[in-house]
Nanobody, 124 residues
């Protein structure tokens, strides 16, 4: 079992930035591919970013490419999502996910564990 707890969400103005964190506990964090997804009201959950177990590979959704950076610190069992130049359309609940599978698998939404989410609201 792996428990994932997201933090860092909040209210931010358009053009602003924030960093989300996802702390993992339980089983060893390092072997898991980690990712971020989001879900806006009335919409389906969508992929945001994914990072391989060693950080060597990252993939981003087109909607955030160039405005987001995913990273991980295996020593701290934490994965981060730094987002820049936030837009109104970035408003959503952001979820962290962990998967035994690879980057492509998690990118398609196949995860073994999910966090409870943290709300990000972009508004002026």
């Amino acid at each position: 079992q792996v428990w994932l707890v997201e933090s860092g969400g909040g209210l931010v103005q358009p053009g602003g930035s924030l960093r989300l964190s996802c702390a993992a506990s339980g089983r060893t964090f390092e072997p898991y591919t980690m990712g971020w997804f989001r879900q806006a009201p009335g919409k389906e959950r969508e992929f945001v970013a994914v990072i391989s177990w060693n950080g060597a590979t990252t993939v981003y959704a087109d909607s955030v490419k160039g405005r987001a950076t995913i990273s991980r610190d295996n020593a701290k069992n934490t994965v981060y999502l730094q987002m820049y130049i936030l837009e109104l359309e970035d408003t959503a609940a952001y979820y962290c996910a962990a998967a035994r599978g690879g980057v492509a698998s998690l990118r398609s939404g196949v995860a073994d564990y999910w966090g409870q989410g943290t709300q990000v609201t972009v508004s002026s």
